[in-house]
């Protein structure tokens, strides 16, 4: 059980295990949650309007398991309703006018266009319907013949809606369905190798029907076949190498001949070399070049987008417009090369660890934002080069018996190659401190630290605040009951937190001081 002050929480998790039979077990399990509109500071409200959630899932499953391994079976439901933070109905007739955009009604003046909007009768907050079914089958086999260590299955079938209302009407209903399996086989050790091959595909099909379906229905194929491999060189150096190939279809279902479908193929590999050249002293160093592909959204939005208050272009159909271009080429696969570093000691009650990286990325696909009016954007799914570099650091010191503190800190950059222009939702540099102690039963934790102010902004993005978190975590156990108990005080000084990385950073700021406690009972 669990509840929190912040957002008026109440959750409860529960699950049993049981034996049916002396080979089969059962599963079952359940978890209800809900929570109201979350207090924030930086608003003229204390709360925010639409950030309540309530939620339901239920499982039951069972396995049949063996000396040489298991299968089993699951089936999942789940039911979620929220809210939508941010969204404002004046949004809701604004579409592009070339590489501009147009809310509600005005007339062009000298010099350019003056944007304005009407006024929208609804004022409740829009809400999300999601309903789940998810069907879940996994399995291991050990020794399977001469060559396999052991075999693994997995594979689900997943049937999911969601419906957005307003006014308890729905306006839009989005729907996925498909397949998902992955086979893995570890292969016996060969020439030093140990390793595992496989195969993963999906089969998958996505509709939207509605005012605001900004997506047309996709189906989509992808299959990739893997291969990780490990080699100890000797004692202190190990060598870790993968490759993977992937094959991927998106096939529009509405008018096909206008939305032309995409296929495309990709390759990733990556090899590291771990040194320990003295005991608890390990240097890694990483490379590898990676493909992604596109996604539909990227490839085919063309609309309005409640949750994110945007006004997406994708790849457009046949002799139309959006965002001021016209029948645009294919996106290219993403390729990026990357490079890490990483030291890691121990010495004495001090342990640390430092790591750095550098990634290249060619045709690198983001949203670029055309235009924007008030909070609402109209966004450009487009490519460019870019490189991605930055550092993690932590280290900890053990103080005494069952107390250590240890700092921390992480900080990345990002630039479009070229004129290094920077790119958008970039999260901000952060440093702190941690505190932990160990009593027995009783634990603590104290944690304080600091984000930077981002204001290393792309094109119509405002700079980001800094803040200071500090939150503190109690824990205990009670013994010979099953039972223990946590509480947890989260932004305990009720700073205004914005989420930099977020398309609505300047409108929905994260929850102020909180308290949560919660309790679990295991027999």
């Not at 809900?34 to 499982?59: C, K």
């Not at 079914?133 to 050990?142: A, M, P, Q, S, T």
């Not at 396999?148 to 957005?164: C, K, N, P, Q, W």
């Not at 700092?407 to 920077?422: C, N, P, Q, T, Y």
Request: proline residues 4%.
């Amino acid at each position: 059980m669990r509840g929190g002050s912040a957002a008026r929480e109440r959750a409860l998790a529960a699950g049993v295990t049981a034996r049916a039979a002396s080979n089969l077990a059962l599963r079952l399990e359940g978890t209800a949650r809900r929570s109201e509109d979350y207090r924030a500071r930086g608003l003229d409200e204390p709360r925010v309007d639409g950030s309540w959630a309530h939620s339901g899932s239920a499982t039951a499953g069972a396995s049949w398991i063996h000396d040489n391994g298991y299968v089993g079976m699951a089936y999942t439901l789940r039911d979620d309703d929220y809210g939508v933070p941010g969204h404002s109905h004046e949004y809701e007739s604004c579409h592009p006018h070339g590489g501009s955009l147009h809310c509600g009604e005005h007339e062009p003046e000298e010099g350019g266009e003056d944007h304005d909007h009407g006024e929208h009768a609804h004022e409740v907050n829009p809400q999300v319907a999601l309903r789940s079914k998810r069907f879940d089958l996994r399995g291991e086999f050990r020794a399977p013949f001469a060559l396999a260590e052991r075999i693994r299955l997995r594979a689900s079938y997943t049937d999911y809606r969601h419906d957005e209302l307003e006014e308890d009407e729905i306006g839009t209903s989005f729907r996925n369905e498909g397949l998902e399996s992955r086979l893995e086989i570890q292969h016996v050790p060969i020439a030093g190798l140990r390793g595992v091959a496989g195969v993963q595909h999906s089969d998958t099909e996505s509709r939207a029907a509605g005012a605001e379906a900004f997506l047309p229905g996709v189906k989509s194929r992808a299959t990739g076949v893997f291969l990780v491999e490990h080699l100890e060189l000797d004692a202190s150096l190990h060598v870790e190498m993968g490759v993977r190939h992937e094959w991927l279809r998106h096939r529009p279902l509405n008018d096909p001949r206008a939305r032309p479908a995409y296929r495309d193929a990709a390759t990733s590999f990556s090899a590291a070399l771990v040194w320990e050249p003295v005991t608890d002293h390990y240097l890694t160093l990483a490379a590898g070049r990676s493909g992604r592909l596109a996604h539909p959204q990227e490839l085919y939005a063309r609309g309005i987008h409640l949750a994110t208050n945007t006004y997406e272009c994708g790849l457009l159909p046949s002799g139309q417009t959006c965002g001021g271009a016209t029948n645009d080429a294919p996106l290219r696969r993403e390729v990026s090369r990357n490079i890490e570093l990483a030291w890691r000691r121990t010495v004495g009650a001090l342990a640390f660890g430092i790591n750095g990286f550098h990634n290249h990325i060619d045709d690198y696909t983001y949203a670029r934002t055309l235009d924007q009016f008030e909070n609402f954007r109209l966004i450009k799914y487009s490519q460019r080069d870019a490189k991605f570099h930055g550092a993690e650091l932590e280290a900890t010191w053990r103080l005494g018996p069952g107390l250590s503190a240890t700092v921390f800190g992480d900080l990345v950059r990002a630039k479009f190659s070229g004129d290094g222009g920077d790119l958008p939702r970039i999260p901000a540099g952060r440093h702190g401190a941690r505190i932990e102690a160990d009593l027995g039963e009783l634990s603590a934790t104290l944690e304080f630290y600091r984000v930077d102010r981002q204001q290393r902004v792309a094109d119509f993005e405002n700079a980001t605040p800094g803040h200071q978190m500090l939150n503190l975590t109690l824990r205990q156990r009670l013994a010979g009951t099953g039972l223990s108990w946590y509480l947890r005080g989260s932004n305990l000084l009720d700073e205004r937190v914005w989420n930099h990385t977020s398309f609505l950073a300047d409108v929905v700021p994260l929850p102020r001081r909180g308290m949560d406690f919660g309790l679990r009972y295991q027999f």
